[in-house]
């Protein structure tokens, strides 16, 4: 099968074409300004994102570490 580099995501800021993978540290961010504005952004509308899709995150930033 293919290797999960083969993954390609859109950044959620600016929706530029971003490869998954483990020395992207902004993904699925294109940039860390494009991360920083998403932050930024999450801040001022705390509900934008459900919860079942904040554990999913989750999981994965523990899978990372």
Known sequence: GKAMS???VECPTCQKKVEWKTENKYRPFCSDRCHLIDLGEWANEEKRIPAVEAEI?????????
């Open 6 to 8: 083969e993954l390609v």
């Open 57 to 65: 995150f989750s999981e994965n930033l523990e899978m990372q570490a």
